[in-house]
């Protein structure tokens, strides 16, 4: 059973035991709104500029996934000169073209 589910056979239950519905229902409300500010104070986010540091989070996260990105293509890039640059020496020199220098 998840919490939900826990959750609307307790709202049931309390309804047909004499509670009426809306107060169960702002009952249920509120206390959401205490676990979730509880959950908020213990992680540290509930001053008033935990929104913007947690917008400044997600633009740093997302800088680094492009920092990452870039990394891997500039990386198979210059893995991909490089092997070309291989392989025309390596013709090169099949072909005769080593003494050229000389």
């Given amino acids: 059973m998840n919490d939900g589910t826990v959750l609307v056979q307790l709202v049931t239950q309390a309804q047909e035991q004499g ?9 249920v409300e509120e ?3 205490l676990g979730a500010t509880r959950a908020l104070v213990r992680m540290g986010l509930d001053d008033a500029g935990a929104g913007r540091d947690l917008g400044e989070l997600r633009e740093l996260l997302a ?3 492009d920092a990452k990105a870039s990394l891997w293509k500039t990386g198979l890039a210059w893995l991909v000169r490089l092997l070309g640059a291989v392989g025309i020496a390596g ?6 073209l080593a003494g050229w220098g000389k």
């Fill in 91 to 96: 013709i090169a020199v099949q072909q005769g």
């Fill in 63 to 65: 800088a680094w996934r």
């Fill in 19 to 27: 509670a009426d519905l809306s107060t169960l229902r702002a009952i």
């Fill in 31 to 33: 206390s959401g709104d």
